[in-house]
Nanobody
Framework: QVQLVESGGGLAQAGGSLRLSCAAS????????MGWFRQAPGKEREFVAS???????????EMADFVKGRFTISRGGAGNTVSLQMNSLKTDDTAVYYC??????????WGQGTQVTVSS
């Protein structure tokens, strides 16, 4: 079983920055995709960004259009941690952010979520 623990959420002003981190434990997820989703009040959960890991390096998978140029995803910890640097935050970025790790045809895990609130 894999546990994902997020940290780093909080309150920021529009135009500010926050950094989210997520660490996997239980077993290695280095061969899994790791990334972030978010869910705003009254809306469905949506994809934010993803990474893969190989040969000691991380590779950016996909980035949602609404975060391109503002958010950066990275991965380390031998493929078991993932971070999301969020710059130029907008009030629309207010949501609960969830860490996710998955491998096609195998299993998928979610973190408990961390609240990000952006004030105007």
């Amino acid at each position: 079983q894999v546990q994902l623990v997020e940290s780093g959420g909080g309150l920021a002003q529009a135009g500010g920055s926050l950094r989210l981190s997520c660490a996997a434990s239980g077993r290695s997820v280095s061969t899994y995709t790791m990334g972030w989703f978010r869910q705003a009040p009254g809306k469905e959960r949506e994809f934010v960004a993803s990474t893969t890991w190989g040969g000691g390096n991380f590779y950016i998978g996909e980035m949602a259009d609404f975060v391109k140029g503002r958010f950066t995803i990275s991965r380390g910890g031998a493929g078991n941690t993932v971070s999301l640097q969020m710059n130029s935050l907008k009030t629309d970025d207010t949501a609960v952010y969830y860490c996710n790790t998955a491998k096609t045809g195998m299993d998928e895990y979610w973190g408990q979520g961390t609240q990000v609130t952006v004030s105007s």
